[in-house]
């Protein structure tokens, strides 16, 4: 079983419609999770980084953890054009090294005018 | 800022050549990380540097990889010899501090194709 299983998609939806991203990992020990954007051709870039359970919320964007069910998702309101890109979960143990992450395999989302 | 930067952006290169990759981190940043990106495994950790010091190579897949960090403003990936499976996007990544909450922040990275 992978550490961190993410569904690839792809993932089609119009403009305005509400994005729905998941993941589910298998290690307790993660305590930092993150979503990252990537557009083609581009490195990842931070999205969101939540470290409890609970919702956090930054604009369109909204990030939910359930660690009890070791779920994670991220929800995308109003979608637009330009929020067509790979998005990645990731999470790491933290307390050693932040940077030290495990990448879900990327969900491809293209949002249609 | 200009960011993290690669180069070269793209490598072609034969199986059996040494190919080098390099990588400039966002100044001040002393945590240096090194990803792999393929279509079957996805991003993977290869190998990290705090202050110029490797902490953890458990992600480099054989010999034939090496990485260095000379300074703190530079840092290469060598591949000695080449081969077709290492074909892939290979990222750096900089953050400012290793514990914390500091964002990893990522260059564009080297597409490289090993023939």
């Known amino acids: 079983q992978k550490e961190v299983e993410q569904d690839p998609g792809p993932l089609s939806v119009p403009e305005g419609a509400i994005v729905s991203l998941n993941c589910t990992y298998s290690n307790s020990a993660f305590q930092y999770f993150m979503w990252y954007r990537q557009y083609s051709r581009k490195g990842p870039e931070l999205l969101m980084y939540?470290?409890?359970?609970g919702n956090k919320e930054d604009g369109r964007f909204t990030a939910q953890v359930d660690k009890s069910s070791k779920y994670i998702s991220l929800f995308i309101r109003d979608s637009q054009p330009s929020d067509s890109a790979t998005y990645l979960c990731?999470?790491?143990?933290?307390?050693?090294?932040?940077?030290?992450?495990?990448f879900g395999q990327g969900t491809i989302l293209t949002v249609h005018p | 800022d200009a960011g993290v930067i690669q180069s070269p952006r793209h490598e072609v290169t034969e199986m059996g050549q040494e190919v080098t990759l390099r990588c400039k981190p966002i100044s001040g940043h002393n945590s240096l990380f090194w990803y792999r990106q393929t279509m079957m495994r996805g991003l993977e950790l290869l190998i990290y540097f705090n202050n110029n010091v490797p902490i953890d190579d458990s992600g480099m897949p054989e010999d034939r990889f090496s990485a260095k960090m000379p300074n703190a403003s530079f840092s290469t990936l060598k591949i000695q010899p080449s081969e077709p499976r290492d074909s892939a996007v290979y990222f750096c990544?900089?953050?400012?501090?290793?514990?914390?909450?500091?964002?990893?922040?990522f260059g564009n990275g080297t597409r490289l194709t090993v023939t």
């Open positions: 939540t470290y409890s359970s």
């Open positions: 990544a900089s953050t400012p501090e290793e514990k914390g909450n500091s964002p990893l922040h």
């Open positions: 990731a999470h790491t143990s933290g307390g050693t090294s932040y940077g030290k992450l495990t």
